[in-house]
């Protein structure tokens, strides 16, 4: 179990325990633990043998431990047994819907004796909902919208999530004999922000011979947090996984294996243009290989490259393999030079312990060191947001003192001294001017308000970009994928404004948000606005997101000279300043 899965166990246990209406001391110990653990760097696996490490890690006492040994031995945690088989797996499901806390579902659970979505939904369209106490009827249908956009995303899970169970599975196999490549493909390769399933390709010896093909699927199947099979075939096994998520494990000679890596790779729209070509040139193309139409005989096959040379074809991404234009670029050689996680000199959105970061300025930047970084920022939060105790004029004055302090006794980086300041409701910041002049770095995002109307937000993102201190709006359409939509404003008349006034966009690397997004990105590009790649890191072991940031700037055909973090440490600085140049 990693520390995402054994969070996982712990939240649900936390909500299942406010369901029950227990104390709310235990619920808090349930849930501290599982942030702690969740934001830990190491996993917990690796020192489950030594109880003084686990014990000194904060939210971890001795019953928690109990708990987590508990787990490490039977897979299991008793209590979130318990508390199942009381309220039925489908209660954790309604912990999904927006607007339905565990309050709200004990409320209805007591009132109704209903514990599943259709349930609730039928109750909400019956007007029952409306009459239990702090409800009515906005509140309904606000349930109801709800419901409606859970449906619509269901079945999806966010890119960091599935690379987790990939890099898992691959782990599982890649310990058998027999093994010589084990490669995720489909949506995860292609670096969608959201995936479905994960196919997962394997070649080597044992997959070549019956017996041993065989052994090999038992091997697979043995898989912890395997839940059930699906379908089992000579070749292939698929599966679904604890929390939902479908796996499709298909093993190929290696002769097939590139053919497979293109086919399971690009998107139905690549892959039928791809078809499309091969025919026109007297080829079959398939997933086990490219053949000639007249005699069957093979062509390509054992990997991606020589199946796009023999289409005449320079090597297309597999980021790029969307069918957006990407095959008539690579017959005319005029597919970009994508820009690479070693292009990034710096991340600029950083949060520390003086707002709702875990580590200290210089911890974050020792972190930044090791990731070769030459510059960094960090960016606490401003007033607005109180939850997490942002900084006043006064305190973020103070904050940059200290900044300033760590940049000149750190080697090998410089530390710039930032604010991500709320943009409040009517476009103004949330910190004085003379406060912002002395940032290096100003990152304005969107933090509240989100159910303004299109031209309010349009108008209220347009004073913050006016504002002659902001660098760089952050995570600028405000989505939580599979939990909040992106907010509405014209997105044509943002990108004008900030490519006037040389206003940056960010792309909020988290997997949470990955805001903005290809397509918006592609926008950006066209309308001359350059892109910031930032983690948002509350934690160090952040700032390895990045990757998923670089991914979709991939996904959006950016280059490095799109990206101003890709520049050194004195002209970045003075683009922030909007002194750089088209």
């Not at 942030?35 to 890690?57: M, N, T, V």
């Not at 431990?65 to 199942?84: A, P």
């Not at 320079?314 to 234009?325: K, Q, S, T």
């Not at 006794?409 to 002049?437: A, M, Y």
Request: aromatic fraction near 6%; include cysteine.
């Amino acid at each position: 179990m990693d520390n995402k899965s054994i969070a996982g166990i712990l939240y649900e246990t936390a909500d299942l325990l406010e369901i029950d209406g227990q104390d709310s001391f235990r619920i808090r110990s349930y849930r501290n633990a599982a942030e702690a653990i969740e934001a830990f760097p190491q996993q917990i696996s690796e020192l489950i043998s030594d109880e003084k490490r686990i014990l000194a890690i904060p939210g971890i006492g001795k019953g928690m431990l109990i708990n987590l040994k508990q787990m490490f031995k039977e897979g299991r945690l008793s209590l979130h047994s318990e508390m199942l088989t009381k309220y039925r797996p489908s209660m954790l499901e309604l912990l999904k819907i927006q607007g339905l806390g565990p309050k709200t579902i004990a409320l209805i659970w007591s009132a109704y004796q209903v514990c599943d979505i259709e349930g609730v939904e039928k109750l909400a369209r019956e007007g029952k909902i409306r009459t239990l106490p702090r409800m009515g009827e906005k509140h309904e249908q606000k349930l109801l919208k709800s419901i409606e956009d859970y449906r619509r995303i269901a079945g999806r899970f966010l890119l960091d999530a599935a690379e987790n169970q990939a890099r898992r599975i691959v782990e599982h196999l890649q310990d058998y004999r027999g093994v010589e490549k084990v490669t995720p493909a489909g949506s995860l390769r292609r670096g969608r922000e959201t995936v479905g399933d994960l196919d997962i390709l394997v070649t080597g010896p044992a997959c070549c011979d019956d017996s041993e093909r065989e052994k090999l699927i038992e091997h697979v199947i043995k898989l912890p947090g395997l839940m059930e099979i699906i379908a089992r075939g000579e070749n292939k096994v698929s599966f679904r996984l604890r929390g939902g998520m479908q796996v499709d494990i298909r093993l190929l000679p290696p002769d097939s294996f590139g053919a497979a890596m293109q086919y399971f790779t690009g998107s139905k729209a690549h892959n039928v243009a791809l078809r499309q070509r091969a025919l026109k040139m007297g080829y079959t193309l398939s997933e086990y290989s490219l053949a000639r139409l007249d005699d069957e005989t093979v062509v390509a096959g054992k990997t991606e490259e020589e199946i796009y040379a023999a289409l005449k074809l320079d090597f297309i991404p597999p980021a790029l393999r969307e069918n957006c234009g990407e095959i008539d670029a690579a017959e005319q050689h005029a597919l970009p030079e994508l820009i690479t996680q070693e292009d990034l000199k710096g991340d600029v959105h950083m949060h520390t312990v003086e707002t709702d970061g875990r580590n200290t300025i210089e911890e974050m930047a020792e972190a930044a060191v090791a990731y070769g970084y030459k510059y960094m920022a960090i960016t606490d939060h401003s007033k607005n947001l109180a939850f997490a105790n942002g900084l006043d004029d006064k305190r973020a004055e103070e904050h940059i003192k200290r900044i300033r302090a760590a940049d000149e006794k750190t080697d090998g980086i410089k530390i710039f001294g930032g604010i991500e300041v709320d943009i409040l409701g009517d476009g103004s910041l949330d910190l004085s001017d003379s406060v912002l002049e002395q940032m290096d770095v100003v990152i304005a995002s969107v933090h509240s308000h989100f159910g303004q109307s299109p031209e309010e937000m349009t108008a209220r993102l347009l004073r913050a970009i006016a504002n002659p201190n902001t660098s760089i709006i952050g995570h600028p359409t405000g989505r939580l994928l599979l939990r909040r939509d992106a907010y509405q404003f014209d997105m044509d008349q943002i990108l004008r404004a900030a490519a006037r006034r040389k206003v940056a966009m960010e792309l909020n690397a988290y997997p949470d948000r990955l805001d903005l997004c290809d397509r918006h990105l592609r926008l950006a590009k066209q309308h001359g606005v350059k892109i910031v790649i930032n983690t948002d890191s509350h934690h160090t072991s952040h700032l390895d997101k990045i990757r998923f940031g670089v991914l979709q700037a991939r996904r959006a055909w950016l280059t490095k000279d799109d990206v101003l973090n890709t520049l050194p440490v004195e002209i970045f600085a003075k683009a922030m300043k909007h002194a750089w140049l088209p």
